[in-house]
């Protein structure tokens, strides 16, 4: 699969696998344009709040969605530090359960004296009533001192702490916090981004690190309902650039499809609106978009799912963001062409990408 998550909160970009086809078919005839005009789909990734702004980072440290663990055993890629933890297995996925009440783990991370200048963590959340402050995420330094600490739910709220500085969020939209949720950290410098599905959640210019610099984080569940994690993912990022073409190409982990199919989910909203802003600026810009995935599934299948996510791609840039359907070329290739090795989970979440090239 290419960049993928089953997490899908809010309206999605549906795009069949039938229209998608026809795209391909009309690319290698040289008439991707008009069939992308020809489709009209209904409005969701372009839709999302531009205070939605996470931009995963690209060098995977750490991946882990348990599918590689026994159910019933602690995960062999993390260390504990409280509580009891199983491998549990829900609506065909594999979690990470805190059977006690109160448990706290840990990455096992590469050896760092500070966590990344620039990095992003990113994982689904999954909680049953009662579960007040069930979920806590903090970055700890080398003596377990906390740098900042972000709890859900307080009542509907998200809340932040660090130093002396305090702040409760509501997830908007919600009438309860149980279920389903996707919670993404990001961080450059010592600023500090928190969102929770779509919505930005806390935005911390300069976190307080009297102590010293966090080189940890944990992840603590506190509930009695058995709160569960999976789909954790943790990279390192780059200072953001200016122009994300100013080699030519772009090559992003930020375009989101549900689990096995061309579905642009709305988590892709922050990398299309920056290729949408590129074309607006260059408006003499063409752009050829490739697919790619890892290599688990056939090579037929993998090759076939490559191609009509990029053609999806091109179909949400044109009907969404305004970019002219005659302006791209898609295509899939696969598993081929590899960054990583496949051998790791972590390579292989680096060989899902999209890439965007200037022709």
């Avoid at 019933?72 to 990470?96: D, K, Q």
């Avoid at 006690?100 to 840990?106: E, L, N, V």
């Avoid at 752009?287 to 076939?304: K, P």
């Amino acid at each position: 699969m290419l960049v993928a998550t089953s997490t899908a909160q809010g309206d999605q970009m549906k795009i069949r696998k039938g229209l998608c086809g026809r795209l391909l078919a009309s690319c290698a005839l040289g008439l991707l344009a008009s069939t992308i005009t020809a489709y009209a789909g209904s409005a969701s990734v372009s839709s999302v709040s531009t205070k939605f702004d996470y931009l995963p980072g690209d060098n995977v440290l750490f991946m882990d969605d348990f599918s590689q663990e026994e159910l019933g055993e602690f995960p062999s890629r993390w260390n504990l530090a409280i509580g009891t933890f199983e491998v549990a297995e829900m609506g065909g996925e594999r979690w990470l359960r805190c059977t006690a009440s109160d448990g706290t783990i840990r990455m096992k991370l590469p050896a760092m004296e500070a966590l990344p200048e620039f990095w992003t963590l990113e994982f689904d959340f999954h909680g049953t009533a009662p579960m007040a402050s069930a979920l806590t995420v903090r970055a700890v330094n080398a003596r377990g001192k906390a740098a900042w600490e972000a709890t859900f739910p307080q009542g509907n709220d998200m809340a932040l702490r660090s130093g002396d500085i305090f702040s409760t969020t509501p997830l908007e939209g919600m009438t309860t916090p149980a279920g389903r949720h996707h919670v993404m950290f990001m961080a450059r410098g010592q600023a500090l981004k928190v969102y929770i599905d779509q919505q930005r959640m806390a935005s911390v210019p300069d976190i307080s690190v009297p102590a010293g610099l966090p080189s940890q984080l944990e992840i603590r569940l506190w509930a009695k309902t058995g709160p569960m994690i999976t789909n954790v993912r943790f990279a390192e990022g780059a200072p953001p650039a200016k122009d994300v073409f100013e080699s030519g190409k772009f090559v992003t982990h930020g375009i989101h499809f549900a689990n096995g199919s061309d579905v642009v989910l709305p988590e892709s909203a922050p990398v299309l609106r920056q290729v949408a802003a590129h074309l607006e600026a260059h408006p003499e810009a063409r752009i050829r978009i490739v697919g790619y995935t890892d290599n688990v599934g056939a090579a037929a299948s993998n090759l076939d799912l490559s191609q009509r996510r990029a053609a999806a791609v091109a179909a949400v840039l044109a009907q969404q963001f305004g970019a002219a359907a005659n302006r791209f070329e898609a295509e899939g290739k696969g598993d081929t062409l590899p960054l990583a090795s496949n051998a790791t989970p972590e390579g292989r979440a680096m060989n899902r990408r999209v890439e965007f090239d200037r022709l």
